[in-house]
């Protein structure tokens, strides 16, 4: 049996953009996404922490170092620049592997710039 546990977060990064004018997705800094062991066209879900919104969304790799958090196509509705988000990803794993796995947790500053 595999049951599903948290993989990574990047916690409370700060939207940058929000681009209604694009195929739909998040782009975020590619340093983020190592840091947080995420990849790109990896399906994540995305926590508003100002509005409350909770969506799911995959991910295109930003420039790295640019600080590029942006909601793509409709995502980009449930969002304003200046929001706080959490990017959450996920995994399968066997309840063995689960004893023993440790989630990836970035934090960020208001820049999008690891601090943790």
Known sequence: MLLEFLHSKIHRATVTDAN?????????DGALLKAAKMREGQKVDILDVNNGERFQTYVIKG???SGCICLNGAAARKV??????????????????AESFAP???????NNKIIE
């Open 63 to 65: 420039d790295e170092n």
């Open 20 to 28: 209604l004018n694009y195929v739909g997705s998040i782009t975020i």
């Open 104 to 110: 990836t947790v970035v934090i960020v500053d208001e």
């Open 80 to 97: 304003q620049p200046g929001d706080k988000v959490i990017i959450v990803s996920y995994a399968y794993f066997t309840p063995d592997e």
